[in-house]
């Protein structure tokens, strides 16, 4: 009888540890089964799916021509400047915007000037020496470090050149676009507390505000720039208007 006894308890324990371990690896199955993991363990980032941001043309937008500049030869390098505007007077609530532009190639020793003349005056608000790049790329114009401020309802044309003699203009790459403040939504802030920042581009495009709607994408990428969909969307933005996607893509030294 204890023998019986014996045999019995110990059928029970065998018994209990294979379902433990039968109840351990379906919990194992099920975790990964949840959740994906890298070759490391390591869980993936999470991408955002936010859709790329649509750009609506304002009511009132004034066709104006953009310029865009390139240059081969006589610099001893390529110069190929565009203004990251659209093809009509692009508005903005701020000001102090930003004003983008961006150079295709490296352009070796050569200066870059800043342009800006508003529709009503002889001499320009602002025409000063731009630090030369550093390398290829998106490239961006701080009107607020410049202490520039734009007024409500006044157009402005903006230019960047690449200078290869500055004692001959004539030899001048020249890059432009139009800009002018509006007064923002009143339901702006509102919107963009909703929005929130993956969000905030979009807000800006459907009110018609060009430079603040590029300037949100631009600040996405500079918040993640190994996301290559926050690159994607930026680019997308881009050819909505006819400009250049490779703009959006990495800078190249």
Request: net charge negative; proline share 9%.
């Amino acid at each position: 009888m204890r023998r019986m006894a014996i045999g019995w308890l110990l059928g029970v324990a065998f018994a209990g540890i294979a379902s433990a371990g039968a109840a351990v690896a379906a919990e194992d199955e099920q975790g990964s089964a949840g959740k994906a993991v890298g070759p490391s363990g390591a869980t993936p980032p999470a991408v955002s799916s936010s859709p790329p941001p649509l750009y609506q043309l304002p009511k009132v937008g004034k066709p104006r021509g953009r310029i865009g500049g390139g240059r081969r030869g006589a610099m001893g390098a390529a110069a190929e400047l565009q203004a990251l505007v659209p093809d009509h007077v692009g508005q903005t609530a701020s000001a102090h915007p930003s004003l983008y532009w961006y150079l295709a190639e490296p352009a070796g020793e050569v200066a870059f000037e800043l342009t800006l003349i508003d529709s009503t005056s002889i001499d320009p608000l602002v025409d000063l020496r731009l630090d030369r790049p550093t390398r290829a790329g998106l490239q961006r114009v701080s009107l607020a470090e410049l202490g520039v401020e734009l007024e409500p309802g006044t157009e402005y044309q903006w230019s960047v050149a690449a200078v290869p003699d500055p004692e001959d203009h004539s030899k001048d790459v020249v890059a432009s676009g139009w800009i002018e403040r509006v007064a923002a939504p009143e339901d702006m802030p509102a919107r963009l507390r909703a929005a929130g920042p993956d969000g905030a581009a979009s807000v800006y495009g459907a009110a018609g505000l060009w430079y603040e709607t590029l300037d949100a994408a631009c600040e996405r990428v500079r918040q993640n720039p190994d996301s290559d969909a926050d690159r994607q969307r930026l680019a997308a933005l881009l050819e909505q208007v006819g400009l250049p996607p490779a703009a959006a893509e990495r800078p190249r030294p």
